[in-house]
């Protein structure tokens, strides 16, 4: 997913002009004009669970009673949460105390030093790790959560070394998403993670891929066995079963909406964007990743016309990062074209990141639900 440096300025393409006899609501902006500069700094403070997550809790996450590792991962890092306030994560004797649930019955040191949460789409994953983040006994500033991807943005912007020792003195890191999608990045989480345990964070991840399958279908896995295994080894391993609960007894996701409709939505909506898609596309080619999170700064519903379906599979990578981010922010998205579960081509789904898709398309999904109040 790597891209060029964004340019000092972006156009965008017009969509529509305003509607007349419009209520006198500012004209929307355009993400394509936004190129925003993300100071390091702010990468690191900004490592909190995302809005949508700030009140989540163990007590607001609600076991299906019909899959009993739900309520088990729950018990289980309830006592995760308990032991990282003892002096990065140690208990009584040095003995780590994050996985036992019972405070006599300790973890051995040399076993593994985090917590990986597998299971699939819209199961509480993120509910969870978001709980665990805040019911840690440890002061903001020693607790960081971020994705993957934002956990490689930041050290590409600090560098490593830097990274390490920005890490180092926390006790508690989350990570949402964990993916490998190419060697580099095997390699580099294997060893950033690798020093952190050495300094005693504790580590908490999700994923929809077992620690030992990690980068299979996306690369030589097999060549990269080691650093993999060496990541599978930090970490015990929580299955959470379920179905996906944003399709829990909802409708299907609406259908698109025509042009006109979108535009008079947008210029009607205050703090609203408005963008043709395939220039949306373009536009985030030339900014960074670990940008599209300020890039949504201030915006209250993302608006697009001419959705078509995905070019290539980069782009589609960063469509991917986008949709995270404004499924963070909680930001509908209300849209004309094709409808978004034709996004993606039969080929990506079925390839190697169709993880990551199928993901998107659940989130994009789901804001376009929460985007039909905007319509009239």
């Known amino acids: 997913m790597s891209s060029s440096q964004p340019s000092s300025s972006s156009a965008s393409s017009p969509i529509a002009a305003p509607p007349a006899g419009g209520d006198g609501a500012a004209a929307p902006t355009a993400l394509t004009s936004r190129a925003?500069?993300?100071?390091?700094?702010?990468?690191?403070?900004?490592m909190v669970p995302p809005p949508r997550f700030q009140g989540a809790r163990f007590d607001t996450y609600l076991p299906d009673p019909d899959r009993p590792s739900?309520?088990?991962?729950v018990e289980i890092l309830r006592g995760f949460a308990a032991g990282i306030g003892g002096g990065a994560g140690a208990g009584a004797g040095g003995k780590r105390r994050w996985f036992s649930r019972a405070p006599k019955k300790p973890a051995?040191?040399?076993?593994?030093?985090g917590v990986y949460l597998d299971g699939g789409y819209g199961v509480g994953k993120t509910h969870l790790l978001a709980s665990l983040w805040h019911a840690a006994p440890a002061e903001p500033a020693q607790k960081a959560f971020g994705t993957f991807v934002e956990l490689t943005n930041l050290v590409g912007a600090l560098g490593f070394q830097q990274t390490v020792r920005t890490l180092s003195g926390h006790r508690l890191l989350c990570i949402d998403e964990f993916e490998l999608d190419d060697p580099g990045d095997t390699v580099l989480v294997s060893t950033l993670l690798g020093k952190l345990v050495e300094a005693g964070v504790a580590l908490a991840a999700t994923s929809n891929t077992l620690p030992g399958k990690l980068g299979e279908g996306r690369f030589a896995a097999a060549d990269f066995?080691?650093?993999?295994?060496?990541?599978?080894?930090?970490f015990r391993a929580l299955r959470i079963d379920g179905e996906d609960y944003r399709h829990r007894g909802l409708p299907e996701a609406p259908a698109p909406f025509d042009d006109a409709t979108v535009a008079r939505a947008a210029h009607r909506t205050p703090g609203a964007s408005l963008d043709d898609f395939p220039s949306l596309l373009e536009h985030l080619s030339t900014v960074h990743p670990s940008r599209y999170g300020a890039m949504c700064d201030g915006i209250t519903a993302v608006c697009l016309t001419d959705?078509?379906?995905v070019p290539d599979q980069s782009t589609a990578l960063r469509l991917v990062v986008l949709a995270d981010r404004l499924y963070d922010r909680e930001v509908?998205?209300?849209?004309?074209?094709?409808p978004f579960d034709e996004l993606f081509s039969d080929e990506m789904l079925n390839g190697g990141y169709r993880k990551k898709y199928f993901r998107a398309i659940s989130r994009l999904t789901a804001l376009a639900r929460d985007a039909k109040s905007l319509v009239p």
């Open 332 to 338: 509908p998205l209300l849209a004309s074209g094709k």
């Open 70 to 73: 739900q309520a088990e991962a």
């Open 225 to 234: 066995l080691r650093e993999i295994q060496g990541l599978s080894a930090h």
């Open 36 to 46: 925003p500069h993300v100071p390091a700094e702010r990468l690191v403070a900004e």
């Open 307 to 309: 959705v078509q379906a």
């Open 108 to 113: 051995a040191p040399e076993g593994p030093r």
